[in-house]
């Protein structure tokens, strides 16, 4: 593909390495686009899609990942100003607990 291919939001192309970017709708696929930037992107892209979402809908977003990464984790409770316990990557466990762990 080339470098020149339009990503949604001016991003990097490296952040949709698996899908095709004109398809990436910054609207219909805003979770997606924002766990990406979040999880890999650079501070510039942080600050894109910040000032395009706001950031109502980035902590609606981040809060509600499943998997995010701790040191992420700390980056947006300092830059949202949230708490470890308000991630359900945080709260939740993935799988019940095991019965043969007493």
Do not use: N, Q
Not at 31 to 36: A, F, K, Q
Not at 68 to 86: G, R
Request: with cysteine; aromatic share 10%; proline share 8%.
């Amino acid at each position: 593909m080339p470098e020149t291919e339009k990503t949604p939001l001016d991003l990097p192309r490296e952040l949709f390495w698996d899908v095709d970017p004109a398809k990436v709708d910054p609207e219909r696929h805003a979770g997606t686009v924002i766990s990406r930037v979040v999880m890999l992107g650079r501070l510039e892209d942080w600050k894109k899609i910040r000032k395009f979402y706001g950031d109502k809908k980035m902590i609606e977003t981040v809060t509600g990942l499943r998997d995010l990464p701790l040191d992420v984790v700390s980056l947006c409770c300092v830059a949202f100003d949230l708490k470890k316990e308000d991630f359900r990557c945080c709260t939740s466990r993935p799988f019940g607990r095991a019965p043969w762990i007493y």
